[in-house]
C-alpha cells in the first residue's frame, strides 16, 4: 500500500524515534508499504518518520543512481536498516546535492564526510556491520539523520536557508505542486 509521505513542518519528523523488536508486529507487511511509497515517490531512501511513524527503521535503493551505469556499485544497493547505529564517519567532507521527499521541490548542497560504518539488523533481523562509501554512504547519512530527527536543510549554509524559508512555509502549508502522495502539517483535513 503507498502511504502518504508527511512533509516539511510535520511534528514527527522531530520526534524521538524507538528501535523495534523482532516481533514488531506486520513488521514485514510495513517493510512493503514503505518500499511502494518510496518507488511510487521515486526515492531512493525512505525513513519511518516520513510515513508517520517514529521508529528506528530506514530503506534505502540507490539503484537508481546507476541509470547510466556510472555508478555499478549501486546496482545492486537496496537494503532495509532497523536499529542502525552509525559507528564511525570519516574522511574528507565532500558537497552534494540533496533532496527529500519530505521537502519537495528544494535540492542543496550539503557536506558530509564519505565514508561510514554502520551496524544494522536487516529485515530477517540478522544483525550486520557494514563499511559504506561515496553516494551510498550520503543516502544512509540522509536516511539516518531522518531517525534522529534532522533534516537536510538543517545543514546547509545560514544564507541559503534563509532564502528558501518561504518555500518551506509553502510545503508545510501545500501550496507546492508534487506527483505523489503527501499529508501536510498546516493543510485542515476536508471535511
Ligand atoms: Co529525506
Known amino acids: 500500500m503507498i502511504l502518504p509521505i508527511v512533509a516539511y513542518g510535520t511534528p514527527v519528523l522531530r520526534e524521538e524515534t524507538k528501535e523495534i523488536d523482532e516481533n514488531h508486529p506486520d513488521l514485514n507487511l510495513l517493510l512493503e508499504d514503505m518500499f511502494e511509497t518510496m518507488y511510487a515517490s521515486k526515492g531512493v531512501g525512505l525513513a519511518a518518520p516520513q510515513i508517520g511513524l517514529p521508529l528506528r527503521i530506514f530503506i534505502v535503493d540507490a539503484s537508481g543512481f546507476n541509470e547510466d551505469d556510472e555508478h555499478p556499485e549501486l546496482a545492486d544497493f537496496k537494503r532495509v536498516f532497523i536499529n542502525p547505529i552509525i559507528v564511525e564517519e570519516s574522511g574528507k567532507e565532500w558537497k552534494f546535492e540533496e533532496g527529500c521527499l519530505s521537502i519537495p521541490g528544494i535540492r542543496e548542497d550539503v557536506s558530509r564526510q564519505p565514508n561510514v560504518v554502520i551496524e544494522y539488523y536487516n529485515e530477517k533481523f540478522e544483525l550486520i556491520e557494514e563499511t559504506i562509501d561515496g553516494i551510498a554512504a550520503r543516502v544512509i547519512q540522509h536516511e539516518y539523520d531522518h531517525i534522529e530527527g534532522v533534516l537536510f536543510t538543517d545543514k546547509i549554509n545560514p544564507l541559503r536557508k534563509r532564502l528558501i524559508k518561504g518555500k518551506l512555509n509553502d510545503i508545510a502549508k501545500g501550496n507546492i ?15
Open 177 to 191: 505542486k508534487v506527483n505523489y502522495r503527501m499529508k501536510f502539517p498546516l493543510v485542515k483535513a476536508k471535511h
